[in-house]
């Protein structure tokens, strides 16, 4: 073997050792992010869930790896504050509405009709309101139009749409977050859906059965 020859194929050589470690290192890492998010977010089957994205829930985008969801503040009926991890230990739908979002009213029945088949200790539709003028309105039109599974909950200000905009989880009104018992979210959705059509209450009864 000549000089030349000897050198390219350690040249080669060297090449295959740093791409092997430039594999071996991405694998590590993605071995890792997994683990980081699993001990974050719990274990999650996105396949079992994703296959049941359809039908009238189509639309949902079902997360392959859930993330810890952006900061979440907004107000109970009676003005006191809460956020997102008040509900740790229950997979919520997280629904941001307005009066002046003819989908959102569109929409609103569905919502109820769904915290009346699954709320309770272990879910719960949280209807968050972004009527920003006058605080009465929205309440009077849930009582016009019968909505009365669903607790009140307000952000005139609207900073939760800010915060999910900023995080990209959020382009438009109604969007739906659906956040898992650890407040991680692992599916969203821009638009409206008919909630408590039977492909919907499957998908998320499929998300219930995980940890």
């Given at each position: 073997m000549?000089?030349?020859?000897?050198?390219?194929?350690?040249?080669?050589?060297?090449?295959?050792a740093l791409v092997a470690a430039a594999g071996a290192a991405a694998l590590y890492w993605r071995a890792s992010s997994r683990n980081v998010a699993e001990a974050q977010c719990g274990r999650w089957d996105a396949a079992s869930v994703d296959a049941l994205a359809k039908g009238e829930v189509a639309g949902v985008r079902v997360a392959r790896t859930p993330e810890p969801a952006p900061p979440i503040a907004f107000q109970a009926a009676n003005g006191a504050?809460?956020?997102a991890a008040d509900f740790s230990g229950r997979v919520i739908l997280l629904n941001l509405w307005a009066t002046w979002c003819?989908?959102?009213?569109?929409?609103?029945?569905?919502?109820?009709?769904?915290?009346?088949?699954?709320g309770g200790p272990d879910f719960e539709v949280v209807a968050v309101n972004m009527d920003g003028r006058d605080p009465a309105k929205p309440r009077r039109w849930l009582t016009d139009n019968g909505i009365s599974n669903l607790v009140y909950y307000a952000d005139p200000q609207g900073k939760v749409?800010?915060?999910?905009?900023?995080?990209?989880?959020?382009?438009?009104?109604?969007?739906?977050?659906?956040?898992?018992?650890?407040?991680?979210?692992?599916?969203?959705?821009?638009?409206?859906?008919?909630?408590?059509?039977?492909?919907?209450?499957?998908?998320?009864?499929a998300i219930l059965q995980q940890k």
């Open positions: 000549t000089p030349s020859i000897r050198r390219r194929a350690s040249w080669l050589v060297a090449v295959a504050a809460r956020t003819v989908p959102c009213r569109k929409e609103m029945p569905a919502l109820d009709a769904l915290q009346a088949a699954l749409f800010q915060a999910l905009r900023s995080a990209e989880r959020a382009s438009g009104l109604p969007t739906t977050l659906v956040v898992n018992r650890r407040g991680c979210v692992v599916a969203n959705l821009d638009g409206p859906a008919e909630w408590a059509s039977a492909d919907a209450q499957a998908l998320l009864r």
